[in-house]
């Protein structure tokens, strides 16, 4: 069971936030200042920290960036109520892994704190994705699904990509306009829906098995068997 | 009558003319004081020099023809009519007087050689000589002064003129100062109250202009002009916080109404979800236009200026069409872009891709049918990114109106969105000081016109 840290002074967020983490199946610590946070965070070792921006005593990016002078790895999950481009690019430079402005939603963040727990196991570069029988060769820039090849844009192979990187993970809208196109803000469209459905039907038309499915209200997911 | 109020003395026009009676009263006493020695003070040294000068003739009488000689010369000076203010006395060695025009030696002449003042009456006058007194070699004793009373009279003459004029110097430099802190305080005294009232809620108070042109007319037009832009703003906010709470109430009360109606707990499982899942989905709309609120303060606070970089207008043309086309194309429209890389600009990456992506959703939202076409085209001072569709375009009279916040043309609200995307796209625009314009023949062409050396 991975465990998690939460550092966040609002007690109902906390609140909700490890109920909704324990539901997920994870084992959760909370502590709600900076001060408590960046003692739990050196005595013990968790598998994901999730930090809220502004806390009493010590703000958030300074318990992340201390941990980082001192060489721990930790992934972070940065929470905050400043949402505006630029604060989002601060918090990453202080040490975060990934950031999510407040309010936000339960999916979404339990979709990106997946994706950073399984991105800390994941090895050198590799060349060839694999998703049950789908195959991506990243150097001559194919994909086959069992043997047939198709073929993509090079924006769908990019998208596809960043899916089988996430796969069996959910992965939101939000998240595939950041890892994608690099769009770092909510367009408020669904843009997003046209171009997984025309994925959609280049990667399952022809198999009874669709692997790219829509996960209600939350995103999107692979799913290799 | 002055009305003398305590608050007058503690003005700094009261203080500053008090100063400048000080200066003035200080150089007055300067220049009297310089006047006094230059004249009276000059007076005594010319009368002392000729007593001086009138002893030593005496004297030299005396060694040319001894003490005969110089009675017969003494005798001859006070026989003269000419005799004036001078006194003379020869005594023995006694203090018995030999020879004169004073009845006796004063007392004040205690040694000889020596210079004195001393009073004697004579008739109903009192004068005050200067003397000086010698001793002559048989032993007698010369006394010869001035009578110094026109000297001593016009120095008090001078002392009284001098305390005169420091006195009115200074009476004049007081009233002077007071009436001239009253009438500024009086002006001031208007600017404050028509602050004082403008505070208590009158934005539309303006301060008088007297028409005289002077300081204080400057200052109330500068003044009303910062009113005139205060009230305006406070117009346009009290304008986006009305439409806010109106855009805000409907889908409030629908997600209110809706959740009472899931509490009753009628309907089956797949019903209430449906209503649980249609709630969230409305909070999302309203969470979403605080975001487009909070990115239009983010771009007309200017914050972000420090993270522009240049940037090649085409790439980011080229980002938003490649997420819109297929979209386009589901719709039937052709997304077209025009233009080649070069056009460098400094610019907030994030930004500028936000404020195209609204332009271009709008585009593909209410064009039916034609095309939507991104463009990017420069010279060497001028780089444009424009937007244009087949669409049913803005009227021209509306075209000013649109970029007000929340305010959509549609006027029956029915089209998704917030009314916030274009007021957003002008915000961005100012950030990067470029010009947004529209125009559009057949449908609306938005144009983003950025003034910088194109690098």
């Known amino acids: 069971m991975p465990r998690i840290l939460i550092i966040e002074d609002d007690p109902e967020l906390a609140a909700n936030l490890t109920a909704g983490l324990k539901d997920a199946g994870y084992a959760v610590v909370h502590a709600a200042d900076g001060e408590a946070g960046l003692t739990l965070a050196q005595k013990d070792k968790f598998d994901a920290m999730i930090v809220d921006r502004m806390l009493p005593k010590c703000d958030g990016l300074s318990v992340i960036s201390t941990l980082r002078q001192k060489g721990d790895q930790t992934p972070v999950l940065i929470l905050s109520a400043l949402d505006q481009v630029d604060d989002r690019v601060t918090g990453l430079r202080a040490g975060g892994d990934d950031y999510l402005p407040k309010p936000y939603a339960l999916v979404e963040l339990l979709a990106r704190l997946e994706a950073l727990l399984r991105r800390k196991g994941a090895g050198a570069a590799e060349t060839r994705l694999r998703a ?43 998240m595939l306009l950041e890892g994608v196109w690099d769009f770092h803000f909510d367009p408020q469209t669904n843009v997003i829906d046209v171009h997984i459905s025309r994925l959609r039907q280049k990667i399952d038309k022809g198999f009874p098995h669709a692997m790219l499915q829509t996960v209600r209200g939350a995103g999107y997911m692979i799913k290799a068997n | 009558m002055l009305h003398l109020s305590p608050r007058l003395f503690r003005t700094s026009t ?29 007076m005594l040294r010319i009368t002392d020099e000729s007593i001086q000068r009138e002893m030593d003739d005496l004297q030299t009488e005396y060694h040319r023809g001894g003490a005969r000689r110089l009675q017969n010369v003494i005798q001859a000076r006070l026989k003269d009519d000419q005799v004036g203010g001078w006194v003379y006395l020869l005594v023995d060695n006694a203090y018995r007087p030999v020879l004169g025009n004073i009845p006796d030696w004063p007392v004040e002449a205690t040694e000889a ?8 009456p004579r008739g109903a006058h009192q004068y005050t000589m200067r003397a000086l007194t010698a001793s002559m070699p048989n032993g007698q004793l010369l006394l010869v002064g001035m009578d110094i009373r026109p000297a001593e009279k016009f120095t008090s003459t001078m002392i009284q003129a001098a305390l005169w ?34 505070m208590r809620g009158n934005l539309s108070h303006r301060m008088p202009v007297v028409g005289s042109g002077d300081e204080f007319d400057r200052l109330a037009e500068t003044l009303n002009s910062m009113l005139q832009e205060i009230e305006r703003l406070v117009a346009s906010i009290r304008a986006v916080t009305t439409n806010l709470a109106h855009d805000l109430r409907s889908p409030l009360t629908r997600i209110k109404s809706r959740l009472e109606l899931v509490l009753t707990g009628r309907g089956d499982a797949e019903q209430l979800r449906h209503e ?11 969470l979403a236009t605080f975001n487009a609120l909070l990115s ?17 207008l085409f790439e980011v043309a080229e980002d938003v069409a490649d997420l819109y086309r297929p979209m386009a194309e589901d719709k039937g429209l052709n997304l077209e872009l025009h233009g080649e890389g070069g056009a460098v600009v400094t610019a907030h990456r994030q930004l500028l891709l936000q404020a195209l992506l609204n332009l271009v959703d709008n585009a593909v939202k209410y064009t039916d049918a034609g095309r939507v076409t991104i463009a990017v085209s420069h010279d060497a001072h001028h780089a444009v990114i424009s ?38 796209v002008a915000a961005i625009a100012r950030l990067h000081g470029a010009e947004l314009v529209f125009g559009g023949e057949n449908g609306l062409e938005v144009k983003i016109i950025f003034t910088q050396k194109i690098i």
Not at chain 1, 151 to 166: A, C, G, K, V
Not at chain 2, 113 to 120: A, E, K, T
Not at chain 2, 400 to 414: H, K
């Open chain 2, 113 to 120: 050689d020596h210079w004195l003042r001393f009073v004697i």
């Open chain 2, 165 to 198: 004029g420091a006195a009115i110097t200074l009476a004049l430099g007081i009233c002077g100062g007071y009436l001239m802190s009253r009438n500024m305080l009086r002006r001031l005294d208007v600017l404050n109250r028509g602050a004082e009232r403008i």
């Open chain 1, 132 to 174: 049950g029988d789908l195959e991506m060769d990243l150097l001559t820039r194919t994909v086959t699904r069992a043997g047939k090849e198709i073929d993509l844009q090079p924006r769908e192979f990019t998208l596809l990509e960043y899916l089988i990187r996430h796969a069996d993970q959910v992965v939101t809208r939000t």
């Open chain 2, 296 to 312: 239009i303060a983010e771009a007309e606070g200017g914050a972000a200026r420090a993270n522009m970089k240049p940037l090649d």
């Open chain 2, 276 to 286: 649980i899942d249609y709630t969230i989905r409305e909070s999302d709309q309203l």
């Open chain 2, 387 to 424: 937007v244009a569709d087949t669409g049913p375009g803005i009227a021209p009279e509306d075209r000013a109106r649109v970029l007000e916040q929340f305010v959509r043309l549609d006027l029956a609200r029915t089209t998704r969105g917030n009314g916030l995307g274009l007021s957003l």
């Open chain 2, 14 to 42: 009261f203080r500053l003319s008090l100063l400048y009676v000080l200066i003035f009263g200080v150089s007055m006493i300067a220049v009297l004081g310089f006047v006094y020695f230059a004249t009276a003070g000059n």
